[in-house]
C-alpha cells in the first residue's frame, strides 16, 4: 500500500508538454532530469537546492492550496541572449536565475526568476518582486 502511494507522487522529472499560453508562446514543450532542463533542443544545467514548502508553493503559483502536490526550488543560469520561441527570452534583458516547480497529478507549472539572490516567496514580497519573469504551465 505505502509503495503505491510513494509511486504515485508527482514529480517534476520527465518529459512535459506545453499547456499554457505563455509557454506555448515562449518555451514549448520542456524536460526535466536530475541535472538538466531542455528547453527545445538546448540543454541548461541546473542545480536543485531545496525542495519548496506548501507556502511558497501556494505564495508563487497563487494557489489556495497545494492539493498534494510537491515543487522544487532550482539554481540555473539561462542569458537574456538565448532566444526560443517568436524570438522570446525567460527574463527580458536579466539572466533566469531560479527555477520553481510545481508539479500536481499529470500538470507542471514552472516559475522562472532572475536576481543573484534566493527568491523570496511569500504573497507579499511576491507583490513587489521584479525578480518574478514568469510562470508557465505544462502536462505529462
Same mark, same amino acid.
Given at each position: 500500500?505505502l509503495?503505491?502511494s510513494?509511486?504515485s ?5 520527465? #518529459?512535459w508538454?506545453a499547456?499554457? +499560453?505563455?509557454?506555448?508562446a515562449?518555451?514549448g ?6 541535472t538538466k532542463?531542455?528547453?527545445g533542443y +538546448?540543454?541548461?544545467?541546473i ?10 508553493l501556494e505564495a508563487?503559483?497563487?494557489?489556495e492550496?497545494t492539493?498534494g502536490?510537491?515543487? @522544487?526550488? #532550482?539554481?540555473?543560469?539561462?542569458p537574456p541572449?538565448?532566444?526560443f520561441l517568436h524570438h522570446n ?8 536565475q531560479?527555477m520553481?516547480t #510545481?508539479?500536481?497529478d499529470r @500538470?507542471l507549472q ?13 504573497r ?7 525578480d ?5 504551465? #505544462?502536462?505529462?
Amino acid at each position: 500500500m505505502l509503495t503505491g502511494s510513494l509511486s504515485s507522487a508527482a514529480q517534476d522529472k520527465g #518529459y512535459w508538454r506545453a499547456s499554457g +499560453s505563455t509557454a506555448v508562446a515562449i518555451t514549448g514543450d520542456i524536460s526535466i532530469s536530475e541535472t538538466k532542463l531542455t528547453i527545445g533542443y +538546448s540543454p541548461f544545467t541546473i542545480a536543485q537546492i531545496r525542495k519548496v514548502d506548501a507556502a511558497e508553493l501556494e505564495a508563487v503559483f497563487d494557489l489556495e492550496t497545494t492539493n498534494g502536490g510537491s515543487g @522544487n526550488l #532550482y539554481r540555473l543560469n539561462i542569458p537574456p541572449s538565448r532566444r526560443f520561441l517568436h524570438h522570446n527570452s525567460l527574463c527580458g534583458s536579466d539572466d533566469a536565475q531560479w527555477m520553481v516547480t #510545481y508539479a500536481v497529478d499529470r @500538470n507542471l507549472q514552472v516559475a522562472f526568476f532572475s536576481g543573484s539572490d534566493l527568491p523570496v516567496m511569500t504573497r507579499d514580497a511576491l507583490v513587489n518582486s521584479t525578480d518574478l519573469c514568469g510562470i508557465f504551465s #505544462y502536462v505529462h
